[in-house]
C-alpha cells in the first residue's frame, strides 16, 4: 500500500490530497497541520477573487495562469464560486501601466470586458484613465470549507508543525520525533516551500504578513470595485453581503526573508496587526481611493510567501522535485490545478 503525506492543510494541501485519495483509492493518505483545524491560512483568509487576470497586466505568466485555472476551478469547485454583478477596474494615470498598455494586454489574451462611464464611486476620477466591467468571480471561504475542510478516507493530524523532512527516505519529523516514513510527501505549507529541500536547491524567496479588513460597506452585495495598477486598493465581496478592504500598501505589514522568522511571529500575527494598527491604515486608504462607507467587522490576518525574484506582478507557482519529496510554491488559487496535474503525472 502506497503511503503519501501531505503537509499543511490548506487549499493546495486538500485539493492534492482529494486528487491522490482519487487516484490510489487504497492508498494510506494523511495531513499534517500545525493549526487546530484545515483552512485556517491564506486559503480562506485572502481576497477570494477568481482571477481572469485582469489583475496582472505585467504578468503575461500570471494572466495565462488564471485563463487557465478559471474554468477549471468553476468546473471543480463551482458550488463555492458566486457570480459579481458589477465587478469594476480603474487604472489610474499615474499608475504602473497607461491605460493603453492595460487594453493591449486584456486584448491579447481575448479577456473579455466592456469599457463603463462610472466614475462616480471614485475620489479623484481626474486621476483615472479607464474604468472596465469585467467577469471575474468571487471563491466563498465558508463554502470552501464546506466543500473540502474535511476529506473522507483522509487522516487530519492537527496541531502537529513539521520542522524536517528527509527528502530520500520519505521521513517526516517534528521537534526531532519521527512521525512516519512515506512514499511521497507533498510539502504545501505556504510559509515554507523549502522545507525539506537540500541546501542550494531551494527557492529564493520573501515572506510576507498579510492583513485584510472585512466589513459591512455600503456597497450592494454582489459588487467590487479595483483601483489599479500600482500601490492602490481595492474592495472585494467575501460572504453574506461582507466585503474585504485590500491595499497594496498596508495588507502586507511584515516583510521576511527568513522563513523561521515568519514562523516565529505567526502565532501572534493577529496581535502584530492589532499593534501596527493595519486595519486603520487599509479602511483609510480604500476610502481615499474610493466613496465607500466601511464598517470593520473582522481582520483576515495570514501570511504570503512569493519568488524574492519576482518580477512585473507575476505571481509563480511552481513544483520541485527531490527523491520522494514534492515541494510547492503556490501563487494563486487557480494554479492548484496545474500544480495538482504534475505532482500526479510524476507519481502515477
Ligand atoms: C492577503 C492575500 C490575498 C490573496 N488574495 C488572493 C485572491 O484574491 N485570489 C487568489 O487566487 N489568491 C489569493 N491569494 C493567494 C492564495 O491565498 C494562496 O495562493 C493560497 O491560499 C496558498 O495555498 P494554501 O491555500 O495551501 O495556503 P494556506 O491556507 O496558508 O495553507 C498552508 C497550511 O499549511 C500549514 N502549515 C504551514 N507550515 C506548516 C508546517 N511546518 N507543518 C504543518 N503545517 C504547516 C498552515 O497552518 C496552513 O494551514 C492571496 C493571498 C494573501 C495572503
Known amino acids: 500500500m502506497r503511503s503519501f503525506a501531505i503537509i499543511g492543510a490548506g487549499f493546495f494541501g486538500l485539493h492534492i490530497a482529494a486528487q491522490i485519495r482519487r487516484r490510489f483509492a487504497r492508498a494510506q493518505v494523511e495531513i499534517f497541520e500545525m493549526e487546530s483545524g484545515a483552512l485556517g491560512g491564506a486559503a480562506t483568509n485572502n481576497q477570494c477573487r477568481l482571477h481572469l487576470g485582469f489583475h496582472y497586466p505585467r504578468s503575461g505568466y500570471t494572466i495565462y495562469q488564471s485563463v487557465m485555472g478559471f474554468d477549471r476551478y468553476v468546473a471543480a469547485y463551482g458550488e463555492c464560486v458566486t457570480d459579481i454583478r458589477e465587478n469594476l477596474y480603474a487604472v489610474r494615470c499615474d499608475g504602473l501601466v497607461s491605460a493603453e498598455q492595460y487594453l493591449a494586454v486584456m486584448d491579447a489574451f481575448s479577456l473579455p470586458y466592456e469599457i463603463v462611464a462610472d466614475k462616480s464611486w471614485l475620489r479623484t476620477p481626474e486621476k483615472i484613465d479607464l474604468v472596465l466591467r469585467v467577469g471575474e468571480k468571487c471563491i466563498d471561504p465558508q463554502k470552501l470549507q464546506r466543500r473540502i475542510g474535511a476529506l473522507p478516507d483522509v487522516r487530519l493530524r492537527c496541531g502537529v508543525q513539521i520542522d524536517a523532512i528527509d527528502a ?21 505549507t505556504y510559509l515554507d516551500p523549502n522545507l525539506g529541500l537540500p541546501p542550494g536547491s531551494g527557492f529564493p524567496l520573501k515572506h510576507e504578513l498579510t492583513a485584510l479588513v472585512l466589513c459591512r460597506t455600503s456597497l450592494p452585495a454582489h459588487s467590487a470595485l479595483t483601483v489599479m495598477d500600482g500601490p492602490f486598493a481595492s474592495v472585494y465581496p467575501a460572504y453574506g453581503g461582507l466585503h474585504t478592504l485590500s491595499s497594496v500598501v498596508h495588507t502586507p505589514f511584515r516583510t521576511y526573508t527568513d522563513a523561521q522568522a515568519l514562523y516565529a511571529d505567526y502565532p501572534r500575527r493577529r496581535a502584530l496587526a492589532e499593534a501596527d494598527q493595519v486595519r486603520e491604515r487599509i479602511v483609510a486608504h480604500v476610502q481615499s481611493l474610493m466613496d465607500v462607507a466601511a464598517e470593520p467587522f473582522d481582520l483576515w490576518v495570514s501570511a504570503k510567501t512569493k519568488l524574492a525574484t519576482e518580477k512585473g506582478d507575476s505571481r509563480v507557482t511552481e513544483v520541485k522535485r527531490v ?3 514534492f515541494s510547492v510554491l503556490c501563487g494563486k488559487l487557480d494554479a492548484v490545478f496545474s500544480t495538482s496535474d504534475q505532482i500526479m503525472l510524476e507519481i502515477t
Do not use: K
Not at 530520500?168 to 504545501?188: H, P, Q, T, W
Open 168 to 188: 530520500d527516505s520519505g521521513r517526516i519529523f517534528s521537534r526531532g520525533v519521527e512521525l512516519g516514513r512515506y512514499d511521497i510527501v507533498v510539502n504545501a
Open 323 to 325: 527523491g520522494r519529496l
